[in-house]
């Protein structure tokens, strides 16, 4: 079985200020990684994964994350936030053995980005 | 086009009612999720489709039955509602079960059970 955990449950930043989201996670089995983010009222979109490969990945809107296997972490960074990234972000895993696609998720993080 | 849309948006009901939630994905993708984001916005799957097959029931009470008529539809009917039901259902699809596939979700309908 996997879980995540999302070490801030709020983020306040100000506006050009850079940010890290922390995501860790815990498997058994090796796993795929992923982070989305929803904002307001909205569904989720894919921000960026992590699947094999480089472990330093870039996604959309100037995010990207690290890979740690030994620490288990993959954490998200963003050099400089916009008032328009304010939004909740969800890290979540899938373990590599297909298991019907499922995504475990955190409890999410609220960025809050300030003028 | 809205690649995932789901019907209705909002849903406010009283308990004890049976109600749906339509969901249809136009991506030609063969898998199709139902997750409940709670008032917590914590997310948990509850059922997975693989080409109208089911795949993962997350233990979920047999009030929640999904039905897939075809693959570009899962449907998700509530039987007999209850105060704890209220929260923010996704419908989601991806091109594969696989975990190495991008999940596409959809705007949530938010039900309200008073």
């Known amino acids: 079985a996997q879980s995540v955990t999302q070490l801030d449950s709020q983020v306040p930043v100000f506006e050009e200020a850079p940010v890290e989201l922390r995501c860790n996670y815990s498997?058994?089995?090796?796993?795929?990684l992923f982070w989305y983010v929803q904002y307001p009222n909205q569904g989720l979109q894919l921000l960026l994964k992590y699947l094999s490969g480089s472990t330093l990945v870039k996604g959309i809107n100037g995010f990207e994350a690290e890979f740690n296997k030994s620490q288990t972490s993959f954490h998200l960074r963003k050099p400089s936030v916009h008032i328009s990234d304010t939004a909740e972000y969800f890290c979540a895993v899938t373990s590599v053995y297909n298991q019907g696609g499922k995504l475990i998720f955190g409890q999410g993080t609220e960025l809050s980005v300030k003028p | 086009d809205t690649a995932v849309s789901q019907t209705p948006k909002y849903l406010v009901t009283q308990m004890g009612n049976d109600k749906s939630i339509k969901c249809e994905q136009n991506l030609g993708h063969d898998t199709m999720y139902w997750y409940k984001q709670d008032s917590k916005k914590f997310l948990k799957i509850m059922f997975s489709?693989?080409?109208?097959?089911?795949?993962i029931n997350e233990t979920v009470p047999n009030r929640f039955s999904p039905k897939s008529p075809d693959k570009a539809h899962l449907n998700l009917h509530i039987n007999s509602l209850e105060l704890g039901d209220s929260a923010v259902y996704f419908c989601a699809s991806s091109p594969l079960g696989g975990g190495n596939t991008e999940a596409f979700f959809g705007q949530g309908t938010r039900l309200t059970v008073v």
């Open positions: 489709y693989n080409n109208k097959e089911l795949i």
């Open positions: 498997s058994s089995v090796s796993v795929y």
